[in-house]
């Protein structure tokens, strides 16, 4: 649920919007995300005629996971980080394309940026919708400038900012500052991301589930059992839920913010801390559903309260509408004890 807006507004004039709202703002968070929008615009272009400009296939390297890399992950990956980089506020990038930190020319600048560029790469060749992810933190005092790993392992209650861009039939970026979530849509005829949604709510509860069945034997038997729980016929409460999964968290996530309804990256045999990235994938995704009212954990506890230990390191995530999160979280901790 939303409320749409009555009149034009670009992303540019409600960021200034925002940022008037407080007058001892800088401005220098309202020039990171004006960064962000104009990469997202770069990228929105390249995506949409990948299949022409050869940036299709793989780059024939692999990234720290061992996952090939896709020529247009680079792209965005360069796109993003030198963006950030001239508007010298970000101090330094930890991106899923660069195993340690990247150092920009600011090493004095305020802001440290977690990216993935472009994830959901592996179904760039088959034309499914990909997204771009951003978790903004601020730098911390301390009296050593030299930037180390240690001062982006910051726990993703910290984030001042996060957000997504989504390549899908329309370029739609969604950000929070945490005051609440807004979506904007880029219109090409004019090159501006033109304000979509303001302040989204996520609906309570969801009639969709979306989890990989493919690694089912290997999960815990509480979420088995919560997944049978989902296909139940009841009408009451509108069982079964329906399925659905494309295969990238930021397609899946923005469905499941717009219908509600829960996503699932559970621990299983091939992954047993779960897939995903905390600090550039379930954290920034984290803030943007409880900002719109929604829950994410990794099975028991918060996810945006997980003290980091490595900035690529992964975690289970249950995320979307704060019923659905709750149930999946009552059926693991139910059967838990029976399996301990
Ligand atoms: P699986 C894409 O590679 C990604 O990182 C996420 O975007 C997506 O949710 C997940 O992996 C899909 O993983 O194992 O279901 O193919």
Same mark, same amino acid.
């Given at each position: 649920?939303?409320s749409?807006? #009555?009149?034009?507004?670009?992303?540019?004039?409600?960021?200034i919007?925002?940022?008037?709202?407080?007058?001892?703002?800088?401005?220098?968070?309202?020039?990171?995300?004006?960064?962000?929008?104009?990469?997202?615009?770069?990228?929105s272009?390249? @995506?949409?005629?990948?299949?022409i400009?050869?940036l299709?296939g793989?780059d024939?390297?692999?990234?720290i996971?061992? +996952?090939?890399?896709?020529? !247009?992950? !680079?792209?965005a990956?360069q796109?993003l980080?030198?963006a950030? #980089?001239r508007?010298m506020?970000?101090?330094?990038?930890?991106? +899923?394309?660069?195993? /340690?930190?990247v150092r920009?020319?600011?090493?004095?600048?305020?802001?440290? @940026?977690?990216?993935?560029?472009?994830? /959901?790469? %592996?179904n760039?060749?088959?034309?499914?919708?990909? /997204? %771009?992810?951003?978790?903004?933190?601020?730098?911390?005092?301390?009296?050593?400038?030299?930037?180390?790993?240690?001062?982006?392992?910051?726990?993703?209650?910290?984030?001042?900012?996060?957000?997504y @861009?989504l390549?899908?039939?329309?370029?739609?970026?969604?950000?929070?500052?945490?005051?609440g979530?807004?979506?904007?849509?880029?219109?090409?005829?004019?090159?501006?991301?033109?304000l979509?949604? #303001?302040?989204?709510?996520i609906?309570?509860?969801?009639?969709?589930?979306?989890?990989?069945?493919?690694?089912?034997?290997?999960?815990a038997?509480?979420?088995k059992?919560?997944?049978?729980?989902?296909?139940?016929?009841?009408?009451?409460?509108?069982?079964?839920?329906?399925?659905?999964?494309?295969?990238?968290?930021?397609?899946?996530?923005?469905?499941?913010?717009?219908?509600?309804?829960?996503?699932?990256?559970?621990?299983?045999?091939?992954?047993?801390? /779960?897939?995903?990235?905390l600090?550039?994938e379930?954290?920034?995704?984290?803030?943007?559903i409880?900002?719109?009212?929604?829950?994410?954990i990794?099975?028991?506890?918060?996810?945006m309260?997980?003290?980091?230990?490595s900035?690529h390191e992964? @975690?289970?995530i249950?995320?979307?509408?704060?019923?659905?999160?709750?149930?999946?979280?009552?059926?693991?901790?139910?059967?838990a004890?029976q399996e301990?």
């Open positions: 649920m939303t749409k807006p #009555d009149k034009l507004i670009t992303l540019d004039e409600y960021i919007q925002a940022q008037n709202k407080f007058p001892g703002a800088t401005g220098e968070l309202s020039q990171l995300l004006r960064d962000i929008g104009l990469a997202a615009k770069i990228i272009r390249e @995506v949409n005629k990948a299949g400009t050869n299709l793989s024939g390297s692999s990234n996971h061992g +996952e090939s890399v896709k020529r !247009l992950d !680079l792209f990956d796109q980080i030198s950030l #980089d508007s506020i970000t101090c330094m990038v930890i991106s +899923e394309e660069n195993d /340690g930190i920009l020319n600011s090493e004095g600048g305020k802001y440290i @940026v977690y990216l993935d560029p472009l994830d /959901g790469s %592996s760039i060749d088959v034309n499914v919708s990909i /997204g %771009s992810i951003f978790s903004i933190y601020m730098r911390q005092p301390r009296f050593d400038k030299k930037l180390v790993e240690e001062d982006a392992l910051q726990p993703g209650t910290r984030q001042v900012a996060a957000g @861009v390549y899908g039939s329309s370029t739609i970026m969604a950000y929070t500052t945490g005051l979530v807004s979506a904007f849509t880029l219109d090409p005829s004019i090159g501006e991301f033109i979509s949604d #303001d302040d989204f709510k609906p309570k509860h969801g009639n969709i589930y979306s989890i990989n069945e493919g690694s089912y034997n290997s999960w038997d509480g979420l059992r919560y997944i049978k729980y989902c296909q139940v016929e009841d009408p009451d409460t509108g069982r079964p839920y329906t399925s659905r999964y494309i295969g990238s968290m930021v397609a899946d996530l923005h469905r499941t913010l717009v219908k509600g309804g829960i996503f699932i990256y559970p621990a299983s045999k091939r992954y047993p801390n /779960g897939k995903l990235r600090m550039y379930c954290n920034p995704l984290s803030m943007i409880e900002q719109a009212g929604g829950k994410a990794d099975g028991e506890k918060r996810i309260e997980i003290q980091p230990e900035i992964r @975690v289970p249950y995320i979307g509408s704060p019923d659905n999160v709750s149930m999946a979280a009552e059926f693991l901790a139910k059967y004890m301990a």
